[in-house]
């Protein structure tokens, strides 16, 4: 059960953190992109070549540290086939470093669209007679909003080829709460949405109590995360917004269970970008921007670790 | 405005149809893939050879009957690079012979990953000094669980590009209502959207009092369309589920407005895979697919036009 495999990861680490890899060409330091650019010009190619090459340093500097890494389809699918072979390529070499992949795609759609997102993300895609594993996560995000019909063609490939789902229930947005916190009749739709995911979670729960169905539940809401973890004991939560967005340890504390499990928190800029912050400005220069995210990752788990 | 272009389109073509190109293997003639996957085996890229060569027979057969297509890009997305290097031909293609390209996407993501969606898909990525227009779809679908913040990154680019956006408020599945039909105190969960969207489409009104920010408003819920008809009198809609889906034209009646504009009604497979209907197959062979298609296109219009 794949939420088992993140769990035992966190133990060994001891540290819940997934590192986002969110690249932006603006991350990047300049001595990569003008490799980069030398090579393929300033072309998606080139900016993709610059993309890998941050992102293989970033793995290989903080590989040892962490469960897992979870990469923002978006960064990539905006430069197109060249982004999305990059995505992949991060993916693959994450995994081959031991790392959990979590991919951050909140796709939503129905029926056959979604059993094609399905089996091309966390399944196998048929061609003919041939079964192809295309992006290979470990675990992808889903938005709820068209019903189980969009999460049901998921649930068989997560049992087959032990993958699991991170469900959209909280988000970290300041304007989350526009729809998520409507009342519909007695409960929060985030709060219905989440007693749903604890539902729908029944049928992947591993042998920590923790089902491969999780959820997203926002750092930046800490009295609706403290309300849904006990409405959601079997739900594992993708805790985004720490540092950047404003979340602080003290506020994602309700997120974890009386054994500090419970939930993974995610950090990008906060950690990809760390030379770029003056905290770290001083004692890492710009060559050695991925021990910096290492410095990073060691003070955020240091950080989570004092509240869990 | 491009609302404005599409409905000139519709009229034009007295035909308020767009047609979904979702193609999936088992719909595409054997003779195609026979001679895909001579050049390219049974992979990936074979696979979406097959899809080009049908797309583009199905484009060549029916782009002046028709003001539009709508590519599913999951269809593509699962096999990978190649699916989205062939989606991105499709939808440059669809544009080259006129049509206006609904891009269906159904993206939600905020802040800088929506900027990536929204510069990719429908702006412009920059790389060092210069720009490029990735993917070129007209319009896109949106999800709007994580509200205005999952909405508003695309704004600036609809103005400055001429692009639109369709916001998913009823969905064509049987299932939409589990979230979607929930009370939030006095109207629907997908009421409230619904008046959303008519709001945030008040900046991108065009001449004929409709906004470049539509709505995906499903053919099988009726009485749910009528309804909504009435509280967004500027926002037209996309309809998915008419034919396959089970909705018929007096179902979707009440789409249209008086003028019998108001809303786009999409078909897909009953389109494109029109040749293996009992209704087609005996007077086209496989070879005359498209022509066939063709056919269906004729015979929904008129089907419409009786109602709208």
Not at 10 to 36: C, M
Not at 54 to 70: R, S
Not at 200 to 209: D, H, M, N, P, R
Request: hydrophobic share 35%.
């Amino acid at each position: 059960m794949i939420i088992d495999i993140l769990i035992e990861k966190i133990k060994q680490t001891n540290n819940p953190i997934v590192v986002g890899l969110d690249p932006r060409l603006s991350y990047i330091p300049d001595f990569i992109k003008k490799e980069a650019f030398e090579k393929s010009a300033n072309t998606p190619s080139g900016a993709m070549e610059a993309f890998w090459q941050f992102n293989k340093a970033i793995i290989d500097a903080t590989y040892d540290l962490i469960p897992a890494v979870k990469p923002q389809i978006a960064m990539y699918e905006q430069f197109g086939a060249e982004g999305i072979a990059c995505y992949i390529k991060t993916i693959a070499y994450a995994k081959e470093m031991g790392l959990t992949v979590i991919g951050d795609i909140k796709r939503s759609d129905i029926a056959s669209t979604a059993e094609a997102y399905s089996d091309g993300h966390i399944g196998k895609v048929k061609i003919e007679e041939n079964g192809f594993e295309i992006y290979r996560e470990d675990f992808i995000t889903l938005n709820p909003y068209l019903g189980w019909d969009s999460i049901e063609p998921y649930i068989e490939n997560c049992k087959q080829y032990e993958r699991g789902l991170f469900i959209l229930v909280k988000t970290s947005n300041p304007n989350s709460g526009q729809l998520q916190d409507l009342d519909v009749g007695g409960m929060t739709l985030y709060e219905k949405v989440g007693e749903l995911t604890e539902k729908w979670g029944e049928c992947l729960i591993g042998k920590y109590g923790y089902s491969s169905i999780g959820a997203v539940v926002g750092a930046t809401h800490s009295k609706q995360a403290q309300d849904l973890r006990k409405r959601m004991p079997h739900t594992f939560f993708l805790v985004p917004g720490y540092g950047a967005q404003g979340g602080t340890a003290e506020d994602l504390s309700v997120c974890f269970d009386k054994d500090g499990l419970g939930a993974i928190i995610n950090s990008s800029r906060g950690i990809i970008a760390a030379y770029q912050n003056k905290k770290y400005s001083t004692e890492f220069s710009e060559k050695e921007f991925a021990q910096a995210s290492r410095q990073a990752v060691i003070d955020m788990r240091d950080d989570l670790n004092r509240v869990r």
